[in-house]
């Protein structure tokens, strides 16, 4: 079968002819007419995953105050931002915590207010107070700023998420007699429940295994509006984790660095997220359109969540003191049904991804591709994938007085 | 004054045990259950109006068996706009009252089977559960 290029495919988009469908559409259009027609027939599968990504963040630039001022500490909402930028840039992490919180003292700590609801605050239009505090200098001779902003006021605003979009991850239980209280949510004692937070045959990066389409400058619905992957994620692992009984290898850690105007996204895809007794994160929508070029791609596209696994992981005990190995893999039809069987026991199975909105977001980018105002963005470089040979380094507790160097 | 109306929680290592009995027999109080969902070796819950002179040691029984003891007199509602849909909230549920319905996997809430035991109003990410007093 012939390949087709991003251009071609962009030139249908264009004359509003492109064959678009979610990657739930095309698992079932797959199964019904088969791998060879579907790859002839459909231009663009489109995914998306709606899930707390704790890597996500914004840039801001203020403006100037008259005087100036140049931040030497700034915080939102009293939420600390970054300064350690140009006079009136920062960066505002979405895990970052307000100066008073009374963190885990009492835990499990609720975390009810943290950088990812300041974001969620900014892209809802309202009203954010900002203090800054400088040193003066002869340039810059304001020495502290109290004042109100709105995301209008603001001359930049640039979601910035160093890892999101994870590929695939564990389903965490919990082996051990207490409750934990992690980021993977409420993990009830002696496997009481099972986690998991992919949107499975929905997933971006679950679609493009081998990264043969997802690169710097893929076009992307990001929170709403439109972004671009612009390098791989922190801790991008695509190495492929091998299944025991010999079925095809499971993807394992992807991930994507992704920018976009905040401007441009809403609330509804932006959201402050709270993890009793862990910590405040922001929820992020992104979906990826992936370009049909050939069978093969469409082959991946296609892989339903009965082929697709998670590694489950035991966070009383290994998680936490980094012991490698799991307790087995269980697929997302499984997890999707409710219940999986661990170590011989039945055992509840929730997601923290939501799948109602996952769905969602690939309806709406398959429907501004329909409507011809999103066109592919054809990746200037592809990620590095399974065959990158890319292995985790580990942090390691040295004497501090080491000079190897 | 203690509550009449209360809500009990039972953790899966003494849901077998005979516990309520002892409200009877040895606090001489007067008990009617409104609501149960207990099961061998799995958390259980309960919703239990007592009358007595000995109440509050009653249930200070229960605490003393770790049994969680709530006062009955909220309700539970979703705050539907801040609901994504993720589903974090339904394994912990004690009593099925907030579930997936699938395939779609909306998470749809049953106030009827709610029994204000409040472990989603802390566990949401979203803060969606929220207390009406």
């Known amino acids: 079968m012939a390949e087709k290029t991003f251009a071609e495919i962009n030139a249908k988009i264009r004359a509003g002819k492109a ?16 791998v060879g027609r579907a790859a002839k027939e459909v231009d663009v599968v489109t995914t998306g995953t709606f899930a707390p ?13 008259a005087p100036r001022i140049k931040f030497h500490r700034v915080w939102l909402n009293n939420v600390p931002a970054y300064a350690g930028l140009a ?65 209008n006021d603001l001359n930049e605003a640039v979601l910035f998420n160093p890892r999101n979009a994870y590929q ?15 980021y993977m949510g409420v993990l009830k004692p002696r496997l009481g429940n099972a986690h998991y937070s992919t949107s499975g045959q ?45 079925a095809p290898p499971v993807p394992a850690g992807g991930t994507l660095a992704v920018l976009g105007d905040l401007k441009q996204m809403s609330p509804q895809w932006l959201r402050g997220t709270s993890m009793l007794g862990y910590g405040a994160t922001l929820s992020v929508g ?27 992981v035991d966070y009383a005990e290994a998680y936490p003191n980094r012991r490698p190995g799991n307790l087995g893999f269980v697929s997302y039809a499984e997890l999707k049904s409710g219940r999986i069987i661990i170590e011989g026991k039945e055992v509840p199975t929730a997601p923290l991804s939501s799948y109602v909105k996952a769905r969602e977001i690939s309806n709406i980018l398959k429907q501004w591709i329909l409507e011809g105002k999103f066109l592919l963005g054809e990746p200037v470089q592809l990620l590095p994938g399974p065959d990158a040979g890319i292995t985790p380094k580990t942090l390691e507790i040295r004497d501090s007085g080491r000079r190897n160097r | 004054m203690a509550p009449s109306k209360v809500v009990l929680r039972f953790p899966a290592a003494i849901a077998d045990k005979p516990i309520i009995f002892h409200l009877v027999k040895d606090y001489d109080l007067m008990i009617n259950i409104l609501k149960a969902n207990i099961n061998p070796h799995k958390e259980g819950t309960m919703v239990l109006d007592v009358v007595g002179e000995k109440t509050e040691a009653g249930l200070d029984f229960l605490r003393r068996q770790g049994v969680g003891v709530q006062p009955l007199t909220e309700d539970i509602v979703r705050n539907e706009e801040r609901c994504t849909h993720c589903g974090a909230c339904t394994a912990i549920c004690p009593t099925g009252a907030l579930y997936l319905e699938r395939p779609a996997m909306f998470v749809r809430f049953d106030s009827e089977a709610c029994v204000v035991c409040q472990l989603c109003v802390r566990a949401c990410p979203m803060h969606a559960m929220e207390v009406r007093f």
């Open chain 1, 19 to 34: 064959v678009v469908v979610t990657a739930e559409e095309l698992v079932q259009f797959v199964a019904e007419k088969g």
């Open chain 1, 53 to 65: 990504m704790c890597s996500s963040g914004a840039f801001f630039n203020f403006g100037h105050s």
């Open chain 1, 87 to 151: 006079a009136v840039d920062a960066f505002l992490g979405a895990t970052a915590l307000p100066e008073e919180d009374p963190l885990n003292k009492n835990h499990p700590g609720e975390f009810r207010y943290g950088g990812g609801h300041v974001i969620e605050d900014l892209v809802a239009g309202r009203p954010v107070r900002l203090k800054a505090l400088g040193y003066g200098t002869d340039c810059y001779p304001r020495r502290e700023i109290e004042t109100v902003v709105t995301l």
């Open chain 1, 168 to 182: 695939n991850y564990n389903c965490a239980v919990n082996l051990g007699p207490k409750t934990l209280y992690t």
């Open chain 1, 202 to 246: 929905l997933s971006p990066l679950l679609k493009d295994p081998y990264f043969r389409t997802i690169g710097v400058g893929t076009r992307i619905f990001l929170g709403g509006g439109t972004g671009y992957v612009v390098w791989n994620g922190t801790q991008h692992f695509p190495g492929l984790l091998a299944l025991p009984e010999g």
């Open chain 1, 286 to 312: 992104i979906g990826i359109p992936i370009p049909v070029l050939n069978e093969e791609v469409c082959y991946w596209a296609s892989r339903p969540d009965s082929e697709l696994y998670a590694p489950v």
